[in-house]
């Protein structure tokens, strides 16, 4: 089970997961992560940040307030995304969202509605 804190630098740190039983991970099968996906954290301190999967023996899956990122047509904005999570703007962005409150917490509509490109 990838958490928040598994949320690392670049890549997702998976030393020290939680394992789910095998009846519980076929309840779960979409929460799946396949490797190379991007994830983000989307409550806490870390909140905004990003990492992606790596490729690892065992299956993986999303616990709660860890988000992905799916495509939604034949393109692939994974690299895109993963530049502009970690610009000072985007950064900008998720607090404006999550901040305010006494734990910082950011929504996946929230980050749909992100102006990606920021023309003044």
Do not use: W
């Amino acid at each position: 089970m990838i958490k928040i804190k598994n949320i690392d630098s670049n890549y997702v740190n998976t030393t020290n997961c939680e394992y789910l039983a095998d009846d519980v991970a076929e309840k779960v099968s979409k929460l799946k992560i396949n490797s190379g996906a991007l994830l983000i954290a989307m409550t806490g301190a870390t909140v905004g940040k990003i990492s992606f999967m790596p490729r690892i023996k065992k299956q993986c899956y999303l616990n709660q307030r860890v988000g992905i990122f799916r495509l939604k047509s034949g393109v692939n904005p994974v690299p895109f995304l993963f530049t502009y999570f970690n610009s000072e703007d985007a950064k900008h962005q998720v607090l404006n969202y999550a901040g305010g409150v006494a734990q910082p917490n950011i929504s996946g509509g929230q980050i749909e509605s992100f102006n990606l490109f920021n023309i003044n």
